[in-house]
């Protein structure tokens, strides 16, 4: 599958091509062989090979025996996304003593054969187009050396809920400092106001208190109650965050967000008025007191989830119908009715709880999702999906499954701290599959209901995990950090300041100088986003790894077709 | 995989089994035995002249069977680490006493006809079980007909045949006649959800189901797919999103009822039998070929390994956690991750991974009391 071009080069840098097919993502849908051929026939070019996975142990062995035996300088992987791949790329032209930042990285996947599925012939231009803007940008590449930043070994933990106060137990556990940050006068979120737990199978309450004391024990934690974070300055290792309740800033290497989510009020839906038709959330506190004896409850699944304007499934509301009905049937002996669409009892717990609710002698009524149940007059109509007909059911307690929804703050943190929300607004994870605490901004993490819908089990797994992920470079007390930043040259610059009031990372400062105020970048702090780069009027900033000349030399390739 | 493999400070021990657990002290003492491959892993590069001269065949466990393969082998071609295995139970020099092709044939010396399993002893200060599922069998439910229809094949043998690397370079070449496959039925809860089997739900079916069936649409226009299912459990991060868009991008269409009875039809067709809940009708649909999505079970084997870390399991070999401290197995020390203590999707995976890793180094640091 090899292919030399040009014996040698005239003036550029000698230039290895590799084209993945990765398997059929992309040569199913474009000639990979044709790409892989014009390649060669590129300025530079003097080794091109075309791989059935570029990433495999093989196909990154192929990338370090190039570059050693044609003595490559440049290396073009045309593959997949950067976002997952990058840094394997990077890592193969290192071992083979490369410079890392001598790779450019091609996307002829995401960019092309998937998007353009159905014209593989149009594909497959595409992906010449692609690589020969590539190949031009990679001659005009420059070696670069990784930042290296300091941790300060304390770590910042947004939200007291059950996420939040395991994450900050088990860091704490491990040495680090913790300051705890909660909005409410109490810690314990959401939590406080359920009544039982599963598969714990004990009062919430019980289990909220056992924590909370823990925490408030915790000499390294520092609880900040009744708080809010009002600013976050700083970047991984060294963030600076103002909190409402104390008058300095806090300092911390690391922040975990653990905000968790709120339970959505179905007004107007239901005949809901919180007496007689109550959220799963009010009958977890119904059923912790004593007085209410309702005759027949019946309770009603997908209350504003999985519905045009919110799609998604709430993931736990199914499962917490099921575990107060089953108690309902032993403390108040009424006769329970779910009304549902699909049950989502995943796993193994959930679904033996579903086998014991049924024992418990819990009816279930399943709906079509495009009629739902009306309720009136102390009455539920629903159409059963298995009979084909209307059943009435009478209530005396009529409960409403409503779904978590994104908490109201998310989106003055997402703002604060940059990093994103999903569409619902959910805080949105590096990658969902494989980096599910992470953000793609470094240093900060999430985890529980502030990223999804997650049981209580789940949260304490993720909020470990994120404990996990922070304490790798608390651990360390050292970052590595990507050196394509912005780089000021100081004989241009006027120390007009534009560039510092609108750098969104706060990555620039004015230092004074013999010459008069100047700027400079906080190579740590800066993104490389580009936007001082584009302000500066003096052309005095030079963005590296993404300079002029090699844009220009890219923007030109893509008009100079042979 | 590639990062674990060039981690400098993970050793990988593939092929390779725990014989012997000694707790000494809040440490353990592993006894592991390395099995042979008849291959020096320091030698082998994988260049593979070995398997193509080959003679000796065997059933490709990998491609669930689906082909052959030679009796020296890697395992998968992204396989970490790339060196090649002899299958002394198919190569032809174990079994006649004669051959010896792969050993002439490599020039670098790597085979090693002598080469016997090592026995390693390392100690440890913490253990982490991630040994992930197996499938169930689905051959004991004969009304589906698996192992008798050629054309009902299980999920993980369509992930080999839709897969470019697999048996059929990525087209739906169906096992019976090699015609590919435009109508298929994928059918739910094999296994799961069922008292005689699995009472549990497998959690990943449904969403693996669907997007089987999108492959097949994109790889064929004209292909249709038909999900037979029960309650449709799409509950992780921009699930419904996707099954809503397999029903209107990829014609993918949903009927709720469990299949009763897949009969041999005419030209290999398989005939699924069931009764649409919705139409409160008996129905049968003549497919071209049937995945059955089978229930996710604990490796084989799982249960030996808890019974020797003496960790207690449930009676599938699921490994039991307390819910408050859910990494943490009943024996200090231990710690598990993944579909070992229950089906997961792959986000759940990880974050549980990174939770077994943090109480793992909690415990290598020491705990240094809070």
């Known amino acids: 599958m090899s292919k030399q071009g040009r014996k040698d080069t005239v003036n550029g840098p000698r230039i290895g091509v590799f084209v993945c097919n990765c398997g059929t993502n992309i040569a199913g849908f474009l000639d990979a062989k044709t790409v892989a051929d014009y390649a060669s026939g590129l300025p530079n070019v003097i080794f091109v090979r075309e791989n059935l996975y570029s990433c495999s142990e093989a196909g990154i062995n192929d990338i370090r025996q190039a570059i050693t035996d044609n003595k490559l300088e440049r290396v073009v992987v045309a593959a997949c996304t950067p976002r997952t791949h990058e840094p394997t790329f990077r890592a193969a032209c290192e071992d083979a003593g490369l410079n890392p930042y001598y790779f450019e990285f091609v996307n002829i996947r995401e960019h092309c054969s998937w998007v353009h599925k159905e014209d593989r012939e149009a594909a497959t231009e595409k992906a010449k187009d692609l690589i020969r803007m590539g190949v031009a940008r990679a001659a005009y590449l420059e070696p670069m050396e990784p930042i290296i930043g300091d941790v300060t070994k304390r770590a910042l933990v947004i939200g007291g809920g059950i996420s939040g106060m395991t994450a900050s137990l088990e860091l704490a556990r491990r040495g680090f400092e913790v300051v705890l940050v909660e909005k409410q006068k109490q810690l314990g979120g959401l939590l406080r106001a359920v009544n039982w737990i599963y598969p714990h199978e004990k009062p919430a309450a019980e289990y909220v208190k056992g924590l909370v004391g823990r925490v408030g024990k915790a000499r390294r934690i520092k609880v900040l109650k009744s708080s809010e974070v009002t600013e976050v300055k700083g970047y991984i290792g060294n963030y600076i965050v103002s909190v409402t309740s104390l008058k300095e800033p806090v300092t911390a290497g690391i922040i975990i967000l653990a905000t968790g989510a709120e339970v959505l009020v179905p007004e107007g839906q239901y005949g809901f008025d919180s007496k007689r038709a109550v959220t799963q959330l009010q009958l977890e506190g119904l059923l912790a007191k004593p007085g209410t004896r309702p005759k027949n409850v019946v309770m009603i699944g997908c209350v504003g989830s999985r519905m045009r304007d919110r799609l998604y499934c709430s993931r736990i509301c199914c499962m917490t119908a099921i575990k107060n009905a089953i108690l309902i049937r032993k403390k108040w002996k009424s006769d329970v009715t779910m009304l549902y669409r699909d049950l989502m009892c995943y796993g193994i717990k959930n679904e033996s709880l579903l086998m014991d609710a049924k024992e418990a002698g819990v009816r279930f009524v399943n709906y079509p999702d495009d009629a739902p149940p009306l309720a009136e007059k102390g009455e539920v109509k629903v159409t059963s999906a298995i009979l084909g007909r209307e059943m009435v059911l009478p209530y005396d307690l009529l409960v409403l499954e409503t779904p978590l929804v994104p908490a109201g703050t998310n989106e003055a943190l997402s703002r604060m701290l940059k990093v994103p929300l999903d569409e619902y607004g959910f805080f949105l994870e590096a990658h969902v599959k494989l980096r599910p605490l992470d953000f793609a901004t470094d240093g900060i993490f999430v985890c529980g209901t502030a990223r999804w819908p997650a049981g209580i089990q789940e949260c304490i797994e993720q909020a470990l995990g994120a404990a996990s992920r922070a304490s790798t470079f608390l651990e360390s007390g050292r970052v590595k950090v990507e050196p394509i930043v912005s780089f000021i040259t100081e004989e241009d610059c006027r120390g007009c300041g534009l560039c510092v009031a609108l750098c969104p990372y706060g990555a620039i400062e004015l230092i004074e100088t013999e010459a008069g105020e100047k700027a400079r970048t906080i190579d740590v702090a800066c993104k490389g986003c580009g936007t001082c780069g584009a302000t500066c009027y003096r052309g005095a900033i030079t963005m590296k790894h993404y300079s002029d000349e090699q844009l220009t030399a890219q923007i030109r390739a893509a008009f100079e077709k042979e | ?370």
């Open chain 2, 1 to 370: 995989m590639l990062d674990a493999g060039r981690h400098p400070r993970v050793e990988l021990l593939a092929y390779s089994e725990i014989e012997g657990l000694k707790r000494k002290g809040g440490k353990f003492s592993l006894k592991v035995r390395k099995r042979t491959r008849y291959v020096d892993e320091e030698i082998c590069n994988a260049c593979g002249d070995c398997v193509s001269k080959c003679p000796g065949k065997a059933p490709d466990a990998f491609d669930m069977d689906l082909r052959k393969r030679k009796a020296i082998y890697l395992y998968f071609s992204q396989g970490i680490p790339a060196v090649m295995t002899i299958d002394s139970d198919h190569c032809i020099y174990f079994t006649k006493g004669k051959c010896g092709v792969c050993k002439k044939i490599c020039d670098k010396g790597a085979i090693d006809y002598e080469m016997k399993d090592k026995i390693l002893a390392l100690d440890v200060d913490a253990v982490i079980v991630a040994t992930g599922l197996d499938i169930f069998d689905p051959t004991a439910l004969t009304h589906y007909g698996f192992g008798k229809i050629q054309n009902v094949i299980t999920g993980l043998q369509y992930e080999r045949l839709i897969n470019a690397t697999g048996p059929t370079g990525g087209h739906l070449h169906r096992p019976s006649d090699g015609k590919l496959a435009k109508k298929v039925a994928y059918v739910q809860c094999v296994g799961s959800r069922d008292l005689n089997n699995c009472a549990y739900c497998s959690s990943v079916c449904c969403m693996y189901s669907i997007k089987d069936a999108m492959l097949a649409r994109e790889h064929d226009p004209e292909s249709v797919s038909y999900v037979f299912h029960t309650d449709l459990r799409n509950v992780g991060k921009g699930f419904q999103k996707y099954e809503k868009r397999a029903a209107e991008e990829y014609g993918v269409q949903y009927i709720r009822g469990r299949v009763a009875e897949i009969e041999d039809g005419p030209n290999g067709n398989p005939i699924v039998w069931y009764e649409d809940t919705r139409k409160r009708k008996v129905e049968s649909l003549e497919t071209e070929m049937v995945v059955l999505a089978t229930a996710a079970m604990p490796s084989r084997g799982a249960l030996g390994l808890a019974k020797l870390l003496r960790i207690k399991a449930d009676k599938y070999g699921f490994i039991l956690c307390p819910p408050e401290q859910p990494a943490d197995t009943s024996v200090a020390g231990i710690f598990a991750c993944g579909f070992c203590k229950g089906p997961c999707d792959i986000p759940e995976a990880v974050s549980q991974a990174s939770a077994a890793a943090e109480r793992a180094a909690a415990r290598i640091y020491e705990e240094v009391g809070v």
